[in-house]
Nanobody, 115 residues
Framework: QVQLVESGGGLVQAGGSLRLSCVAS????????MGWYRQAPGKQRELVAA???????NFADSVKGRFTISRDNAKNTVYLQMNSLKPEDTAVYYC?????????WGRGTQVTVSS
């Protein structure tokens, strides 16, 4: 059974930083592409960052230069380091594992950035 558990969200002032973690189980993590998405109230869920099994990354234009994504295969964990946070980064952040058959999502972690 695939499980993705996010943590690390919270309330932070604009300009601050947070690091999100997503621990995966039930998958062969080292060969799994992983990603972070977010959904703000009244908006569609959008890609924030993704990382392949080989470590190749891509980012939404809105977070380039501020966010980094990384993975620790020994810990079955993918991270999202978020720096220089802005109020518009406020959203629920979700971890994604994209298998060949379907997408698996975590329950999300709330990030709130105050101005």
């Amino acid at each position: 059974q695939v499980q993705l558990v996010e943590s690390g969200g919270g309330l932070v002032q604009a300009g601050g930083s947070l690091r999100l973690s997503c621990v995966a189980s039930g998958i062969i993590f080292s060969i799994s592409p992983m990603g972070w998405y977010r959904q703000a109230p009244g908006k569609q869920r959008e890609l924030v960052a993704a990382i392949t099994s080989g470590g190749r990354t891509n980012f939404a234009d809105s977070v380039k230069g501020r966010f980094t994504i990384s993975r620790d295969n020994a810990k079955n964990t993918v991270y999202l380091q978020m720096n220089s946070l802005k109020p518009e980064d406020t959203a629920v952040y979700y971890c994604l594992y994209r298998s060949p058959e379907t997408d698996y999502w975590g329950r999300g972690t709330q990030v709130t950035v105050s101005s």
